[in-house]
């Protein structure tokens, strides 16, 4: 029986309302959504109560499930690669209690962990305590606690991150698998094959260029240049196959970041990425969820 589940990553639907982002996720295929500190606390200053947000996803047949990103675990986490004026830190400025809070509060299952901070200021041995520790808090609820690493910032690559979730040796850890991250950073195949699928806890697929275009910085290319699955010059199909021989694929869904999907409607984006994933789970050879690869 297939158990995996299907979740909208919200930096597809970054743009829209949280009614809308829950629409398009249901559009999309995709039974549960990610959901941000920032996005939660920004929802409560138009007036939205978390008991409405909790019964909007229930309206949409929708779950809240992963809170995404904790960036307050390590030593340090201020990035130095970011513009205040057009970004801002508050986004992974929550501490633990906060964090928390908020995650207890939407009655999340689920975290996520990053590094934020440039890769000098932090040791692995500082990585593996601080990680280990957010583990135990959010056993303590019943929570997995997911580790993502990043290209651009002090966790760069699934080798460093797989060594920290080994060392740690918490049984509700897992790694956060980005497309993106994996191919414009390390791609190291024969490691992933050697990761137990039940420790890939939930997979973000994407595709972009297959090289990076003159002039666009790593950390552009990802918030604003993510396309269609299937549609970049990324090889979707083939780590598609390979994360389901391992057993990688349990929870999954896209992460579009993009600037053109910040143009669009929650219709628009719930059926372009609907189509798109059933396009390459049927290249790959893989049984899913996203219906017919035609549009809505």
């Excluded at 941000?36 to 138009?46: E, G, K, V």
Aim: charged share 25%; aromatic share 10%.
């Amino acid at each position: 029986m297939d158990k995996s589940s299907t979740i909208m990553w919200v930096g597809t639907v970054r743009s829209l309302p949280l009614r809308e982002q829950l629409r398009a996720s249901r559009l999309a295929g995709c039974d549960a959504i990610s959901i941000t500190p920032w996005h939660y606390c920004r929802w409560l200053a138009d007036g939205i109560t978390t008991k409405d947000m909790l019964l909007m996803a229930d309206d949409e047949g929708v779950k809240l499930t992963q809170l995404d990103p904790y960036a307050r675990w390590a030593t340090h986490w201020l990035p130095d690669n970011l513009d205040p004026a057009a970004f801002s830190l508050g986004f992974f400025g929550f501490d633990e209690d906060d964090f928390f809070r908020i995650g207890e509060a939407l009655k999340v299952d689920s975290m996520s962990c990053i590094i934020t901070c440039p890769k000098s200021q932090v040791s692995i041995d500082q990585l593996v305590d601080g990680f280990a520790s957010t583990c135990d808090r959010a056993a303590g609820l019943g929570w997995r606690c997911d580790l993502e690493f990043i290209p651009f910032w002090g966790l760069p690559d699934l080798e460093t991150a797989w060594k920290i979730i080994k060392t740690a040796d918490r049984d509700n850890s897992g790694l956060v698998f980005d497309f993106w991250h994996y191919l414009r950073g390390k791609p190291d195949p024969a490691l992933l094959d050697t990761i137990p699928g039940d420790k890939i806890s939930t997979v973000q697929i994407a595709d972009a260029s297959a090289k990076l275009k003159p002039g666009l910085s790593l950390l552009d290319d990802c918030i604003f240049h993510r396309v269609d699955a299937g549609t970049g010059g990324f090889p979707v199909v083939e780590l598609l196959q390979q994360l389901r021989r391992i057993g990688g694929l349990n929870r999954y869904g896209p992460e579009t970041f993009s600037g053109l999907y910040d143009t669009l409607s929650a219709e628009e984006i719930g059926n372009r990425s609907r189509v798109a994933l059933a396009n390459v789970f049927d290249k790959a050879g893989i049984l899913h969820r996203f219906g017919a690869a035609a549009a809505a």
